[in-house]
């Protein structure tokens, strides 16, 4: 007879342990200790370096060697090889502005029983990006982090005509914008966000100023700007609409056809959903995190953009995964408005 092993509560064990992990690493991400520990050092050097609690960094970096970021030989620590690639700052891979910004949208988190009750954030982004000082870089510099191998990845399949205009909504760093200029060299980009944002991608702009030339930063709130009348031939809407609810992005994507010239596309990039709803796991647990801070904003299905697109007057619709082999891989949704 086949016997059936009773689940272990070693699970629920694990899983409490997974938010631990997750606010270990973006406390030492916050606080940068992870780029003084390319040279081994006493837990006490560190403190003194960083003027933090000597007591309280030997407990931190003790949890970050039992978890695998650090090693520790006698009382020195240095990083692990994962540490090494990705949070140092200064390295190409460097993804410690994400988590940076993870960090200070924590409190979000903290609301998200409240957020239940209520249907939305509690303090929903505005709030952060208005009123937290020091939110909006962290937070913008953390998409750069992410979004570079997505974004050349988007420009090569989109392959756009040469001389081609884009408008990138919601451009925040301006990564993907960014991407298509450096392989289309007549391409011109108009970037719009708002403009406490544009302070942020002015600045990143900046280290490249030959594709910064060819770019215009464009004031404004996506909800209710005019995006153009038959301006561009490309449209991108990165990472936006999983703010935001679906009136919203109806409008986005209507607004995206009034914008296009007959024959232009919009690029629909986000996380999306199957069907059920339930897998990816990443796009499952990425709509939690926009009910905590964000009023109306989830992970939506691809069925549902297809309805949006088809509604404002897109056609012949082309669905790609991206970053497939990534844990968060995304999807693009590429609509065609008709000559
Ligand atoms: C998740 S980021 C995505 C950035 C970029 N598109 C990408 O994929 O990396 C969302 C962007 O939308 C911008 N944003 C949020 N609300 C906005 C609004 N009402 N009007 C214009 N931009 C807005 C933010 O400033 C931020 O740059």
Redesign the pocket.
């Known amino acids: 007879m086949k016997t059936v092993t009773p689940p272990s509560a070693d699970r629920l064990i694990d899983e409490i342990m997974g938010y631990r992990k997750a606010k270990i690493l973006m406390v030492a991400a916050y606080l940068d200790v992870f780029t003084p520990l390319e040279s081994a050092r006493t837990a006490s050097a560190l403190a003194r370096r960083l003027a933090l609690d000597s007591r309280a960094v030997e407990i931190l970096l003790d949890a970050l060697t039992a978890i695998g970021y650090l090693r520790k030989r006698g009382r020195q620590y240095v990083n692990a090889p994962i540490s090494r690639r990705y949070l140092v700052r200064g390295r190409p891979g460097y993804m410690g502005d994400n988590l940076k910004y993870q960090e200070m949208i924590w409190d979000a988190w903290g609301d998200l029983r409240h957020s239940i009750g209520k249907g939305g954030a509690v303090r929903p982004?505005e709030y952060w990006?208005l009123r937290h000082k020091g939110f909006t870089q962290e937070y913008?510099r953390g998409?750069d982090n992410i979004?570079r191998g997505p974004a050349a990845e988007i420009s090569a399949i989109v392959a756009p005509a040469p001389g081609s205009r884009l408008l990138d909504v919601?451009?925040?760093?301006g990564?993907?914008s960014l991407a298509f200029l450096r392989a289309n060299p007549a391409m011109r980009a108009t970037l719009?966000?708002?403009p406490s944002?544009l302070k942020v991608t002015r600045r990143m702009l900046a280290q490249f100023p030959a594709l910064a030339a060819r770019t215009r930063l464009k004031a404004?709130?996506?909800?209710d700007a005019a995006f153009g009348r038959e301006d561009f031939d490309l449209v991108l809407l990165?990472?936006?609409t999983h703010?935001e609810n679906p009136e919203v992005n109806r409008r986005l994507i209507e607004e995206s056809f009034r914008a296009l010239k007959p024959g232009g596309r919009v690029i629909i990039h986000d996380f999306m959903l199957d069907p059920n709803r339930v897998q990816p796991v990443f796009g499952a647990l990425f709509s939690v995190h926009m009910l905590a801070y964000t009023e109306g904003g989830r992970t939506y299905t691809a069925a549902e953009y297809g309805n949006w697109l088809r509604r404002a007057g897109f056609s012949r619709l082309t669905e790609r995964r991206i970053a497939v082999k990534s844990r968060n891989s995304s999807r693009i949704i590429i609509g065609v408005k008709d000559q």
């Open positions: 982004l990006l913008i998409m979004a919601g451009a925040g760093p990564t993907y719009l966000d708002l944002t404004g709130n996506y909800r990165s990472h936006i703010d």
